[in-house]
């Protein structure tokens, strides 16, 4: 499967938000502890998007999963509203920890940061965290998120990783929120047919993002045994 095309940067690299400053003042030594630590080799919110420890090629990451697990149950609520206030990699290390430990008091705080849109990549740890957090009202959340975004075919966002995280859910709840995306000649392909040269690519099929996610949610599953 090809890499995910590229798409621009919706804010400055470390946040140019008020909310952003505000954060970059009284957090850095919760950055360090959750996000730019480094647990083997690059710092976490690397590992946890380039997603080497799902590469068969790759040896097993035990410590690398120890640390993670550890410290989804270690973080206080307090820090983790803290990091969701701070910039893109903050945000989305923040999401894979709430999802890691399945805590449900933030779904409605994840849903909000994923409806805003605000900055680029964080959506795909939202996506993560209501996929591992598995219930109808997670589904609603991302489907939303479908309904504002698959129709703006001129933005690159999360739009991918959000389906994946709605097909899974689907098929673990019973439901169809994805269908109407997905019916052919739909959302979903007309937001994918909007750059040419994605059409055809078996990386930006349905069942290719579907498939990311398992990966990544099986694994996480693998990790906590909960």
């Known amino acids: 499967m090809s890499s995910p095309a590229w798409r621009p940067t919706r804010r400055a690299p470390w946040g140019g938000s008020s909310c952003a400053i505000r954060a970059r003042a009284t957090t850095p030594h919760v950055v360090e502890r959750y996000v730019t630590v480094r647990d083997e080799g690059r710092p976490r919110y690397m590992e946890l998007k380039g997603g080497r420890y799902l590469r068969p090629d790759q040896p097993p990451r035990h410590r690398f999963a120890r640390l993670v697990i550890e410290d989804a149950a270690a973080i206080t609520d307090a820090e983790l509203d803290a990091l969701l206030a701070y910039e893109w990699r903050s945000r989305f290390t923040a999401a894979w920890l709430i999802g890691v430990d399945r805590r449900a008091s933030f779904r409605d705080r994840i849903g909000e940061l994923l409806l805003a849109g605000e900055v680029c990549f964080a959506g795909a740890g939202y996506a993560f965290a209501l996929a591992r957090l598995g219930t109808r009202a997670d589904a609603e959340l991302l489907a939303a998120y479908l309904d504002r975004y698959l129709p703006r075919t001129?933005?690159?966002?999360?739009?991918?990783?959000?389906?994946?995280?709605?097909?899974r859910l689907d098929?673990?709840?019973?439901?169809?929120?994805?269908?109407?995306?997905?019916?052919?000649?739909?959302?979903?392909?007309?937001?994918?047919?909007?750059?040419?040269?994605?059409?055809?690519?078996?990386?930006?099929?349905?069942?290719?993002?579907?498939?990311?996610?398992?990966?990544?949610?099986?694994?996480?599953?693998?990790?906590?045994?909960?």
Not at 154 to 167: I, K, S
Not at 183 to 205: I, Q, R
């Open 171 to 226: 098929a673990g709840l019973g439901t169809s929120y994805a269908e109407r995306f997905t019916a052919p000649g739909g959302l979903w392909d007309e937001w994918v047919d909007a750059l040419p040269h994605l059409h055809g690519d078996p990386y930006w099929t349905p069942e290719a993002q579907r498939h990311w996610t398992d990966l990544r949610c099986d694994f996480a599953d693998g990790w906590t045994w909960r």
């Open 154 to 167: 001129e933005l690159r966002y999360d739009q991918a990783p959000v389906l994946g995280a709605l097909l």
